[in-house]
């Protein structure tokens, strides 16, 4: 169904109730394990896939969620499943394999949960006597090297990569893990985002941070385009930048960060990670998360680094407490850098996503949604030109049309507030996450249209593409269907913006072996085609297109 949406931005109250759901549907079989298909099979086409589109689709997410008879807890928990949609000719191959990382294997070997996840605290070895089982107590949690939140690209190979130290480079044709690799190996990180950034050139920039005597600092990491040899992987990363945290033993959790032309944009949001609770967790019989809170307390700062430089500016910007997971855009213009990105006002939802929440039913499960904050697209205005002469106590954003404000507290603090990218009616969808846009053409720049996924349950269940100009929206949406994270190709030639498709994985819990491939033309969003497979695939995280054109 296609709708369209008028969307005003002018002087909407920033706190809206949302109106609350009832009668959401069971969605167990979308959080349940799934078999692996190693091998390519034939998808059924129906409608048109452009014969233009020549690449793969490739997907990561969690895909097996016990091992004997013990569970995971928590959703990010789960065994890593690669999927891989191979597009030529208008015809359409699926094949998927799980990631055959040290905790997959393990774990698979002695069919019992070996090695510790986010939500999950792995038990003592029961083939251990009771002092050995004791002792086991006193060991710090071991990173995993469970990399299931997505495919990142460096230097022309993809990896497989979660928010540890640990990736896996994959072979993209046949989903196969090829090597383990260490981001500890190459700089002082004890591990790094799945959401790297690129210049042009294919210089990538990522953060992680660092566990020292000192206390923990953030890292902004930058590395290089080209390789030097054939088994070079992160040879030549470095750390543009170390930042101190407000609370060294308390840093923020961070997912993803923003980038402009000329700025590393780092967003420090009062989700914690108690460090104490963290190190001793396995003595205490915890698992990470128990260690990771919400302080609604505590400001959101906005850092800014010189991307050549590698300094950071000395101006600090702050807004009201906020959680973000993902950036929508960010790039500079007439003095000021425009931070478009997803955000709620609470920030304990990572720790709703216990694998059964995911799986309530009836009144419990409405009562989970309808207690969770709604993920909206937000917009910062930071004016880069402070000096000791900006006047303090005004509005310093003369952008026209621009309700976001930014205010001098002192010539080094800026108080900052947002505009909404969005009108009421995207709250009937349920906000959006999981945002894209044309990244290779107007990331770091001006743009009109981001895509994205509608959050009327626990799960994205409808697709959307917003129009910055014109502040219309426009929605696909089926019943019992849940879309992935939309992903944007531009065709060959392209003039307009958003001249290409949009791919997106629909998967169904109603349904046995009902997946579909999604292909909707990115300008009027109208489905041109789908590729149906007959497997069954869980509800993932995140993708990238490998272009083979």
Same mark, same amino acid.
């Given at each position: 169904?296609?709708?369209?949406?008028?969307?005003?931005?002018?002087?909407?109250?920033?706190?809206?109730?949302?109106?609350?759901?009832?009668?959401?549907?069971?969605?167990?079989?979308?959080?349940?394990?799934?078999?692996?298909?190693?091998?390519?099979?034939?998808?059924?086409?129906?409608?048109?896939?452009?014969?233009?589109?020549? #690449?793969?689709?490739?997907?990561?997410?969690? #895909?097996?969620?016990?091992?004997?008879?013990?569970?995971?807890?928590?959703?990010? +928990?789960?065994?890593?499943?690669?999927?891989?949609?191979?597009?030529?000719?208008?015809?359409?191959?699926?094949?998927?394999?799980?990631?055959?990382?040290?905790?997959?294997?393990?774990?698979?070997?002695?069919? $019992?949960?070996?090695?510790?996840?986010?939500?999950?605290?792995?038990?003592?070895?029961?083939?251990?006597?009771?002092?050995?089982?004791?002792?086991?107590?006193?060991?710090?949690?071991?990173?995993?090297?469970?990399?299931?939140?997505?495919?990142?690209?460096?230097?022309?190979?993809?990896?497989?990569?979660?928010?540890?130290?640990?990736?896996?480079?994959?072979?993209?044709?046949?989903?196969?893990?090829?090597?383990?690799?260490?981001?500890?190996?190459?700089?002082?990180?004890?591990?790094?985002?799945?959401?790297?950034?690129?210049?042009?050139?294919?210089?990538?920039?990522?953060?992680?941070?660092?566990?020292?005597? %000192?206390?923990?600092?953030?890292?902004?990491? $930058?590395?290089?385009?080209?390789?030097?040899?054939?088994?070079?992987?992160?040879?030549?990363?470095?750390?543009?930048?170390?930042?101190?945290? $407000?609370?060294?033993?308390?840093?923020?959790?961070?997912?993803?960060?923003?980038?402009?032309?000329?700025?590393?944009?780092?967003?420090?949001?009062?989700?914690?990670?108690?460090?104490?609770?963290?190190?001793?967790?396995?003595?205490?019989?915890?698992?990470?998360?128990?260690?990771?809170?919400?302080?609604?307390?505590?400001?959101?700062?906005?850092?800014?680094?010189?991307?050549?430089?590698?300094?950071?500016?000395?101006?600090?910007?702050?807004? %009201?407490?906020?959680?973000?997971?993902?950036?929508?855009?960010?790039?500079?213009?007439?003095?000021?850098?425009?931070? +478009?990105?997803?955000?709620?006002?609470?920030?304990?939802?990572?720790?709703?996503?216990?694998?059964?929440?995911?799986?309530?039913?009836?009144?419990?499960?409405?009562?989970?949604?309808?207690?969770?904050?709604?993920?909206?697209?937000?917009?910062?205005?930071?004016?880069?030109?402070?000096?000791?002469?900006?006047?303090?106590?005004?509005?310093?954003?003369? $952008?026209?049309?621009?309700?976001?404000?930014?205010?001098?507290?002192?010539?080094?603090?800026?108080?900052?507030?947002?505009?909404?990218?969005?009108?009421?009616?995207?709250?009937?969808?349920?906000?959006?996450?999981?945002?894209?846009?044309?990244?290779?053409?107007?990331?770091?720049?001006?743009?009109?249209?981001?895509?994205?996924?509608?959050?009327?349950?626990?799960?994205?269940?409808?697709?959307?593409?917003?129009?910055?100009?014109? %502040?219309?929206?426009?929605?696909?949406?089926?019943?019992?269907?849940?879309?992935?994270?939309?992903?944007?190709?531009?065709?060959?030639?392209?003039?307009?913006? +958003?001249?290409?498709?949009?791919?997106?994985?629909?998967?169904?819990?109603?349904?046995?072996?009902?997946?579909?491939?999604?292909?909707?033309?990115?300008?009027?969003?109208?489905?041109?085609?789908?590729?149906?497979?007959?497997?069954?695939?869980?509800? #993932?995280?995140?993708?990238?297109?490998?272009?083979?054109?």
């Amino acid at each position: 169904c296609i709708k369209y949406m008028n969307l005003t931005l002018a002087n909407l109250p920033k706190m809206q109730k949302l109106k609350k759901l009832h009668g959401l549907p069971n969605i167990s079989p979308l959080v349940s394990s799934v078999e692996e298909t190693p091998e390519p099979i034939p998808t059924t086409v129906k409608g048109t896939i452009p014969t233009w589109i020549h #690449g793969s689709l490739l997907r990561n997410g969690p #895909g097996k969620f016990e091992f004997g008879n013990q569970h995971y807890n928590h959703w990010f +928990d789960g065994m890593a499943l690669m999927h891989r949609f191979q597009i030529e000719d208008g015809q359409v191959t699926y094949r998927s394999r799980f990631l055959h990382s040290d905790s997959y294997k393990q774990n698979s070997e002695r069919n $019992r949960i070996i090695v510790s996840e986010f939500g999950t605290l792995a038990l003592p070895d029961p083939c251990k006597n009771f002092f050995q089982r004791f002792l086991s107590r006193f060991e710090m949690i071991k990173p995993t090297d469970n990399a299931s939140v997505n495919f990142v690209k460096y230097k022309g190979d993809y990896y497989a990569s979660t928010e540890t130290n640990y990736m896996h480079r994959v072979d993209p044709d046949t989903l196969e893990s090829k090597q383990k690799v260490d981001w500890s190996k190459f700089i002082a990180v004890n591990g790094a985002t799945a959401h790297p950034h690129f210049d042009p050139d294919g210089t990538a920039y990522n953060m992680g941070n660092s566990y020292r005597n %000192k206390g923990a600092f953030y890292n902004i990491i $930058r590395v290089p385009p080209e390789r030097d040899g054939p088994e070079d992987n992160l040879e030549g990363a470095k750390i543009l930048c170390s930042i101190a945290p $407000r609370d060294k033993s308390k840093p923020s959790y961070y997912h993803s960060f923003g980038m402009s032309k000329n700025y590393v944009v780092f967003i420090e949001q009062p989700i914690k990670m108690d460090l104490f609770k963290i190190v001793t967790g396995r003595l205490r019989g915890k698992s990470l998360n128990e260690g990771v809170y919400w302080d609604p307390n505590q400001e959101t700062t906005f850092h800014l680094i010189d991307k050549q430089t590698g300094k950071e500016m000395p101006v600090k910007y702050h807004a %009201k407490a906020l959680s973000t997971f993902h950036q929508i855009n960010a790039f500079e213009q007439d003095g000021f850098l425009m931070l +478009d990105m997803c955000c709620s006002d609470d920030g304990q939802a990572i720790n709703n996503f216990l694998v059964q929440n995911l799986r309530q039913s009836g009144e419990a499960l409405d009562e989970m949604y309808n207690t969770m904050s709604r993920p909206l697209p937000r917009r910062f205005v930071l004016p880069l030109n402070i000096s000791s002469e900006t006047p303090l106590e005004q509005n310093l954003n003369t $952008r026209p049309d621009s309700t976001a404000t930014a205010v001098c507290r002192t010539n080094n603090q800026v108080f900052c507030t947002f505009e909404d990218l969005h009108g009421e009616d995207l709250k009937d969808y349920g906000g959006l996450e999981f945002p894209h846009i044309n990244y290779a053409r107007y990331n770091t720049k001006p743009y009109r249209y981001y895509y994205g996924c509608g959050f009327r349950h626990l799960v994205g269940d409808s697709l959307i593409k917003m129009d910055l100009e014109s %502040k219309k929206f426009k929605v696909w949406r089926q019943p019992d269907l849940y879309p992935s994270e939309p992903v944007f190709i531009p065709s060959p030639n392209a003039e307009k913006e +958003d001249d290409g498709v949009i791919l997106s994985v629909i998967i169904t819990p109603v349904k046995d072996k009902s997946t579909f491939l999604l292909v909707l033309d990115a300008k009027t969003f109208e489905e041109l085609g789908r590729a149906e497979v007959p497997v069954n695939i869980p509800y #993932g995280f995140h993708g990238v297109f490998n272009s083979s054109a």
